[in-house]
């Protein structure tokens, strides 16, 4: 045995495998679904709470903006001339002293035009987002989001 070099003690030993085993990355893969699986509906919930609260957000901004249109005119604008009066003078605004918006009125959160009534069933005006769903009525994030 004194005869040996040190280098025939380690051609006995096989190679050692380098990688992982199947059934690791399957157990990996498991683990990584479920987390995902739990995860995932928390995370998506809370797009939809934050869509709401930009919708609300937004109708805030308008009422200021309707607020001093009104303390320009005298008047909030009519449902026919609706938005787009704070952004452009309507023919019988005298005082007009717009835009009154920096930017054009987008659409709500879900791609779709806010509906501005004026008068509104409890106000001066009522400016509407229909929510997720697009119809009126509706729980949750298919609820209306009314202003006032």
């Known amino acids: 045995m004194a005869n040996r070099s040190p280098r025939s003690h380690w051609r006995s030993i096989p190679p050692r ?3 992982f085993t199947l059934l690791e990355l399957l157990v990996v893969v498991v683990i990584i679904g479920l987390l995902a699986s739990y995860v995932g509906p928390k995370y998506f919930s809370q797009i939809g709470k934050s ?3 930009v919708a609300r957000s937004q109708i805030e901004a308008f009422e200021r903006a309707l607020d001093s249109f009104r303390l320009d005119v005298g008047r909030y604008p ?3 001339e609706g938005l787009d009066a704070l952004l452009h003078r309507p023919a019988n ?3 007009w002293n ?4 920096k930017k054009d009125v987008p659409p709500d959160p879900w ?3 806010y509906t501005y009534r004026a008068p509104g ?3 001066d005006f009522e400016i509407v987002s229909l929510g997720k769903d697009g119809q009126p009525g509706g729980t949750g994030e298919n609820a209306d ?3 006032q």
Request: net charge neutral.
């Open 145 to 147: 989001i009314v202003s």
């Open 17 to 19: 495998q380098n990688g």
């Open 121 to 123: 069933t409890k106000g």
């Open 111 to 113: 791609g779709r035009p």
């Open 78 to 80: 009519t449902s026919e």
């Open 93 to 95: 605004a005298n005082g």
């Open 51 to 53: 869509e709401v609260t």
């Open 98 to 101: 717009g835009p009154y918006l």
